[in-house]
């Protein structure tokens, strides 16, 4: 079994990616679950919607932090863990990486706290291998561009604000080489997929 994530702007592929992996998986026997963030629970989808909701109360930075890490803590307790631990493959759209970018790069909070708080939550599961499919923030408009209307409020902040997420995303990737995999998300999604695949079996994971 392996734990891993897809990271990057909204827009970028990753759930395109995930399925395609999911079924190849599948196809060789493998048990997979696949899971996202904020979410994976009942409990954990009931604060996805506190988070993203548009036309209510804005969380403050710390609270929305405060919020994803609740997320994530039922999550790994109910979904992650227990799935590792029955030898299944998780693949996971989003996890603390997503906090570092976010909240740290995006909302400016401090490191140290996000990387604290990220840890606690976690309680020693973290993933193996995180996909980054990387996109200029102008493409990645661009593609959320037929579902404007139906963004959530984290798509709507402004471009500023994602050029520092996409920024955190890249940073975090150079902090930990072996552990990232950083695709150029404008390819195609069958070269993302070869791509993938590749890594893994040079993993010997596959």
Not at 84 to 94: A, M, N, P, T
């Amino acid at each position: 079994m392996h734990f891993l994530s897809f990271e990057g702007l909204d827009g970028s592929g990753k759930s395109t990616l995930m399925k395609a992996l999911a079924q190849h998986l599948q196809d060789l026997g493998r048990g997979v679950v696949t899971t996202r963030e904020p979410g994976g629970t009942p409990l954990a989808e009931d604060i996805r919607q506190l988070i993203l909701r548009v036309g209510h109360e804005t969380p403050v930075p710390r609270a929305e932090l405060f919020l994803y890490e609740a997320s994530r803590a039922q999550h790994v307790a109910k979904v992650i863990r227990p799935a590792l631990s029955r030898g299944e493959w998780v693949l996971c759209d989003r996890f603390s990486e997503s906090s570092v970018a976010f909240q740290c790069y995006g909302r400016e909070l401090p490191r140290a706290q996000v990387d604290a708080l990220n840890r606690f939550a976690e309680d020693g599961t973290r993933p193996e291998l995180v996909v980054l499919l990387d996109l200029p923030l102008e493409v990645a408009r661009a593609r959320q561009g037929r579902r404007a209307e139906s963004a959530d409020r984290m798509e709507r902040e402004a471009d500023d604000f994602h050029q520092r997420v996409r920024r955190g995303f890249l940073e975090q990737a150079q902090e930990e080489p072996q552990r990232w995999l950083v695709l150029d998300a404008s390819q195609s999604s069958d070269a993302l997929f070869a791509a993938t695949l590749a890594e893994l079996r040079r993993r010997g994971w596959l």
